[in-house]
């Protein structure tokens, strides 16, 4: 039998068995009470409402919220209740107590059968070990402390038999499912209140007056338990609510600023979990089952979903409280859905030329950004820039109306003449420019553009006019990736004109009418190449530190290089470099091995340096580019964290395979975090798109602490961050005083000038020599924040 048969199985047999326990436990009790009515009557009701408030402030025992056990204490209303009723009477009382609770509260009869049950036996396991203890000579005291223990022990593990068998395995994040340290506390709490509980009827309640009866002195009892009771559930709601506002407020963010409609979905569904805090949350196509919560959604007209929440039975039922918060997210999401379908039909209604229904300008320089940007290293592109010839007299003597349909059936023209891969664009009156893509050699480019002059070139009828189209074709080649690719569609441009000129000498041939330009790389190629080619880039660490222990516990690793001849080249030019000539993922092994050595030297000089983090792109973490390599480098390293940080534009786009690998690197130690987290090019959903264990705040989040808002944005963020178990450092941190204030937020970790600028490896290690891992150096210590030596740095990356 399947393990979903066995659990079924069992389930109904133990439904069962605790149906028939509750019908004669507390049937009993009614009896028992019934049989004095004057003396029990009163016990008994506090007795209830005593049992239903401990049952609902529950305590868990693991520290992964909806995935580990809870236990609830309806047990310490039992030593009150033994001088006023038998002990069969007393574990009816409990389980009404708890029956009639969770009716009301999950309004599901299962539940409530299971949750009574439950406690049942566990007082009649109270009852066996607090017998077992007499029999032998123990203090009533120690005895009933220990069968209060013994209640907590097996009402656990029935919990723990009960979890494994119904629910999928969860992902507790490496945390244990019963933390020995709250059991501990748990039990010596129970026991404690035991005492307690059993001292107070036997000598009395420690309140002025003297003369109480056995019931007075039980109900003084009860109702203090239900007092207590009743704090716990105060101040765990309060702290609730704050989570979910906290969740709301980093949830909607995350919604609004989701930059895609299929992403919405996922977004949703994470965030949700976040802000009402449980185990599971998906869309559906149905309404929520018993038990569970679910607010309609839609995405697509047409096309309604339901997002609902599920949570474990014994975690409690969902509030009106959830629900709203479901609602709220819910329609969060649904607005940011119509705000994005809105935005990208004016967006395509933006981009396209509206007489011809071709790309216009801004898609044209769109789409060649992202064919360059994208290309692989043996793929190369061209641009033809084409204008009408003789346009303007055309229009002057046909009229506009002629010219335009000129301009229509040329645009048809040249999208048949070209191949589906290729882009055309009109992007002015008379001029069109075409992106030719998947070439190997010029003389493929220069043959496309002849096909195209041939091609636009055939005579046109325009109601009695006639008129064939002459076209002016510059045609620029690219073989490899540009790291300004405006100067090829200019090189483009100016082979044009140039043809243009051969025409006003008389020239009219076809060959005349396409002209290849020149176009070729700078000298900055050539450069690149032999800096990556002989490993001569060089690096500067900046510090982490931690604001709690204000000490230094990691560095990043920084590209720096600066050329004889061409002087400092910024690290953004350096990268795109590497890429545009195929060494980006050669650049990025020299730098990972220099700063994993480096580190090491670090910790030999302060053992306080467990980390260095590392720039990479989201797809260099796929195995065949660095995916092998670090988990190599990283084993070859084992006392120093390996941190691979995404930037947000790579990370924007991140594939499930990437996600997939990221969580691979994760599980053999390597650390991922998400950078510059809040810049101007953030995406909010990498939050619940990317696996990462740490996220970086930008520093235009920080710029102006003294603004309310920012301070709530980094405490939500923070609080977010606890509960999606990632670490969070916060950049740009220049000045005492802003540390001081991130300190007070509660953030733990920042990095910046006031810590530190970067610096090369000589004078880190003089650094940490001189002044250990101290966050702050001295004032007479600290350089200033101008110009950084060339060796060790050129610009702040």
């Not at 007056?209 to 716990?232: F, H």
């Not at 000045?735 to 937020?745: F, I, P, Q, T, V």
């Not at 920042?750 to 530190?756: E, I, K, L, R, T």
């Amino acid at each position: 039998m399947t393990r979903t048969g066995v659990s079924g199985v069992l389930q109904r047999v133990s439904l069962g068995m605790f149906t028939v326990a509750a019908v004669a436990f507390i049937s009993g009790a009614i009896v028992a009470v019934l049989a004095d009515p004057g003396t029990r009557i009163a016990a008994a009701v506090s007795g209830i409402l005593c049992v239903a408030a401990l049952e609902l402030a529950w305590i868990r025992v693991g520290s992964v919220r909806h995935r580990t056990p809870v236990v609830s204490l309806p047990i310490l209303a039992v030593p009150a209740l033994v001088p006023v009723l038998p002990g069969q009477a007393i574990i009816g009382v409990v389980m009404c107590g708890i029956l009639l609770l969770r009716l009301l509260e999950s309004r599901r009869i299962t539940v409530a059968v299971y949750s009574s049950g439950l406690a049942g036996v566990g007082c009649m396991v109270y009852f066996l070990i607090d017998w077992l203890l007499g029999q032998f000579g123990a203090a009533a005291l120690p005895a009933a402390a220990a069968a209060s223990a013994g209640y907590v022990l097996f009402v656990l593990a029935l919990e723990v038999v009960r979890m494994h068998l119904l629910n999928a395995p969860a992902d507790r994040g490496g945390r244990l499912f019963v933390s020995p340290v709250r059991l501990a506390a748990l039990l010596v709490t129970v026991a404690a209140l035991t005492m307690f509980s059993v001292h107070w009827i036997s000598a009395g309640l420690p309140t002025p007056g003297e003369g109480r009866t056995s019931i007075q002195t039980a109900v003084g009892t009860l109702l203090g338990s239900l007092a207590a009771a009743v704090i716990v559930i105060v101040v765990r709601s309060a702290w609730n609510m704050r989570g979910r506002l906290n969740g709301l407020v980093v949830g909607s963010s995350i919604l609004s600023g989701t930059r895609s409609v299929d992403s919405l979905a996922d977004a949703l569904c994470q965030t949700a979990a976040a802000a009402v805090g449980v185990q599971s949350i998906a869309l559906q196509p149905g309404p929520a089952e018993a038990g569970a919560i679910g607010v309609p959604v839609t995405f697509t007209p047409g096309e309604p979903q339901f997002l609902v929440a599920r949570r474990d039975p014994m975690d409690g039922a969902f509030s009106g409280v959830d629900r709203h918060a479901l609602q709220a997210l819910a329609a969060t999401a649904e607005l940011a859905g119509k705000a994005r379908q809105n935005v990208a039909g004016l967006t395509a209604k933006a981009n396209t030329d509206p007489l011809t229904g071709l790309p216009n300008y801004g898609a044209f320089q769109e789409a060649l950004d992202t064919i360059n940007s994208t290309r692989s290293d043996t793929e190369a592109i061209a641009v033809l820039f084409m204008d009408l010839d003789d346009f303007k007299r055309l229009n002057d003597t046909c009229g506009h109306q002629v010219g335009d349909e000129v301009l229509r059936v040329l645009g048809q023209r040249l999208r048949q003449a070209v191949r589906p891969h290729d882009v055309v664009a009109r992007v002015g009156g008379d001029e069109f420019v075409i992106i030719l893509t998947r070439l190997a050699t010029l003389d493929e480019a220069t043959a496309i553009a002849q096909t195209i002059l041939r091609a636009s070139a055939a005579p046109l009828a325009v109601g009695t006019e006639s008129f064939t189209p002459s076209l002016s074709i510059g045609v620029a080649f690219s073989a490899v990736i540009e790291t300004d690719i405006a100067a090829l569609v200019h090189d483009a441009d100016h082979s044009m004109l140039m043809v243009k000129k051969r025409r006003r000498r008389g020239s009219t041939d076809g060959v005349a009418s396409i002209n290849v330009s020149g176009h070729r790389s700078s000298r900055l190629n050539a450069t690149v190449a032999r800096a990556i080619d002989e490993n001569q880039l060089q690096l500067a660490y900046q510090p982490i530190v931690s604001l709690v222990t204000g000490r230094i516990w990691a560095f990043e690793a920084l590209l720096r290089y600066v050329d004889p001849e061409l002087g400092a080249i910024s690290p953004p030019s350096l990268v795109e470099k590497a890429k545009s000539l195929g060494r980006f993922d050669k650049l990025t092994r020299q730098v990972a091995e220099k700063a994993m050595a480096a580190a090491a030297e670090f910790r030999l000089v302060e053992p306080g340096i467990i980390c260095i983090t590392v720039n990479v792109e989201a797809e260099q973490l796929a195995p065949e580019r660095l995916g092998v390599f670090a988990e190599n480098l990283n084993s070859r390293y084992p006392e120093i964290l390996l941190c691979l940080e995404l930037n947000e534009r790579s990370a924007a786009r991140v594939s499930a395979q990437i996600r997939e690998q990221a969580d691979r690197l994760r599980e053999v130690g390597i650390l991922i975090a998400l950078d510059d987290y809040g810049s101007e090019d953030s995406s909010v959903d990498s939050l619940v798109r990317v696996p990462m264990d740490i996220l970086k705040i930008d520093r235009s989040l920080v710029d102006d602490l003294a603004d309310v808002r920012q301070r709530e944005v980094l405490t939500a963020l923070q609080s977010f961050g606890d509960k999606l178990e990632y670490s969070m450092i916060v950049e740009g941190v220049e000045n005492e005083y802003m540390a001081g204030e991130l300190a007070r937020l509660g953030i733990r970790s920042a990095q910046g000038f006031h810590f530190g600028v970067p610096k090369g490896f000589t004078e880190t290690v003089d650094r940490l020599d001189e002044f250990g891992a101290k966050a702050v150096l001295p004032a007479s210590a600290s350089p200033a924040l101008a110009p950084i030596t060339p060796h060790a740095t050129v610009t702040p990356s």
